[in-house]
């Protein structure tokens, strides 16, 4: 049984840095793409950050180009996501995704492509 779940949410002023974990259980990390979505109010599930690999493999969107850092930890099974300079308009809920495939077989940001997720961890940035 595959299980995701996300932590390290919070609420953070405008410019400031948060760091999610999503802790796997039931698939390997490194053996399969593993995303970071979001979803904010009153929006679809947008897609942010995957990477897979022995090599870490990463892509962003445009959103979280620059900013955002996703990595992995194979010792924990563990997927983190770096975000700094925060912005109001990265409050949302954070989902950490996984698929038993690797990422450059699917379209990495679409969330039909995407088996597991976890519950969400919340990120509000505001002054």
């Known amino acids: 049984q595959v299980q995701l779940v996300e932590s390290g949410g919070g609420s953070v002023q405008p410019g400031g840095s948060l760091r999610l974990s999503c802790v796997a259980t039931?698939?390997?990390?490194?053996?399969?793409?593993m995303g970071w979505f979001r979803q904010a109010p009153g929006r679809g599930r947008e897609g942010v950050a995957t990477?897979?690999?022995?090599?870490?493999?990463?892509y962003y969107s445009d959103s979280g180009k620059g900013r955002f850092a996703i990595s992995q930890d194979s010792a924990k099974n563990t997927v983190y996501l770096q975000m700094n300079s925060l912005e109001p308009e990265d409050t949302a809920m954070y989902y950490c995704?996984?698929?038993?495939?690797?990422?450059?077989?699917?379209?990495?940001?679409?969330?039909?492509?995407?088996?597991?997720w976890g519950q969400g961890t919340q990120v509000t940035v505001s002054s």
């Open positions: 990477i897979y690999g022995d090599f870490d493999s990463t």
């Open positions: 995704a996984a698929t038993t495939r690797a990422c450059w077989m699917i379209r990495q940001l679409a969330e039909y492509e995407y088996n597991y």
């Open positions: 039931g698939i390997t990390v490194r053996r399969n793409c």
